[in-house]
Every structure is written in C-alpha cells, then in structure tokens.
C-alpha cells in the first residue's frame, strides 16, 4: 500500500522538488489577470456601444427638436402676417385715396 501513495503523491513531490509550485502559483495568478482584463475589455467595449446609442439617441432628438423648432417659427412668422394683413387690411392704400364725400 505505500508504493501506491508513493505513485500518487508522486507529481506533487516532483513538483515541488522542481520548484515549480512558485512558478504554478505565478502561471495560476497570471491566468486570473488574463480573466480580469478581458472583462475588463468587454466592459470598455460595452460602455462605449452604449456611449455610441447615447450619442445617436441624442443626435436624433437634437435634429427633431430643430425641426420642430422650424416648424414653430414658420406658424409663427404666418400668424404674424395673417395678424399685420387683418390690423392694416390695406397696408396703406387707404391713405393715398381721396376721402369720400357725403352723397347729397
């Protein structure tokens, strides 16, 4: 029975006999980082599509609000004449003309 715990335990004692239980410690910490960083990229990379929508999303409603907005002042500059027409119906005209005279 010990020879097969020696069999078993045989990779560990080569291991760490090499010194190599630092260097797996270093390739298991590095393999972490590796983890952590493409998360880390994936996350960059989700901020900035969604930064991307935010822009897009803001750059449509600028467009219709200036529409919008043209739109308003056109109704406005039409108003503004329609009124000017119906304070001045004659825009003047009524000045140039002779007064009428009473009919006897």
Do not use: C, F, W
């Not at 298991?28 to 880390?40: P, S, V």
């Not at 930064?51 to 039409?78: H, S």
């Amino acid at each position: 029975m010990d020879t097969s715990r020696e069999l078993r335990d045989l990779p560990t004692k080569i291991v760490r006999e090499a010194g190599l239980e630092e260097s797996l410690r270093e390739i298991k910490e590095l393999n972490r980082e590796i983890h952590q960083e493409t998360n880390i990229q994936e996350l960059d990379q989700a901020v900035q599509e969604m930064d991307n929508k935010i822009r897009q999303a803001a750059n449509l409603a600028n467009q219709e609000y200036l529409r919008k907005r043209t739109i308003l002042e056109e109704i406005e500059n039409q108003e503004a004449a329609e009124d000017h027409k119906l304070n001045h119906p004659m825009n003047g005209a009524a000045s140039e003309q002779e007064p009428e005279q009473p009919l006897e």
